[in-house]
């Protein structure tokens, strides 16, 4: 693994660690030149998932992309990096299970939906803006009335 910091080829596993959820191995090294000090993380990869989006345009999957996603809708929200780190895992394993080598941008946005629903409901409806594409205040007002329960007036 090359040192993020001066570039050398040369590092140490000084440890690792699974995570929570043993979906993940983290292990801190160490630059034999500089000595800094780093974590990279080590996932199983069953295939290569592509992303059909709405335009019918093909990307390649990108785990950071989702959990930057999923970030955005939690910012300044109390909850745990590592409860999003689980939720990502989980998201990511649903899609590697479906099977597929290609997934709709639509499908993948559904999976965050629900699991966001479950985390944090101030985060669902936020991402719910952005993949419902909301343009009114109305938008929402309607969608968080569905979510409680609630009849407009």
Do not use: W
Request: proline letters at 3%; charged letters at 35%.
């Amino acid at each position: 693994m090359k040192c993020p910091f001066c570039g050398c080829a040369d590092t140490q596993v000084k440890d690792s660690r699974p995570s929570e959820d043993d979906t993940m191995i983290r292990r801190r090294r160490e630059c034999i030149k500089c000595h800094a000090r780093f974590t990279t993380a080590e996932t199983v990869q069953l295939r290569d998932l592509i992303v059909v989006k709405r335009n019918g345009t093909r990307v390649p999957f990108q785990r950071d992309k989702l959990a930057h996603s999923i970030l955005l809708a939690l910012r300044k929200r109390d909850v745990q990096f590592d409860k999003v780190d689980q939720l990502v895992n989980s998201i990511v394993r649903r899609l590697e299970q479906l099977g597929e080598s290609e997934i709709k941008s639509s499908e993948i946005g559904t999976f965050v939906m629900e699991a966001l629903l479950q985390l944090d409901k101030v985060a669902y409806i936020r991402y719910a803006s952005v993949y419902k594409n909301f343009e009114e205040p109305k938008d929402f007002e309607d969608f968080v009335n569905k979510l409680t329960g609630k009849k407009r007036k």
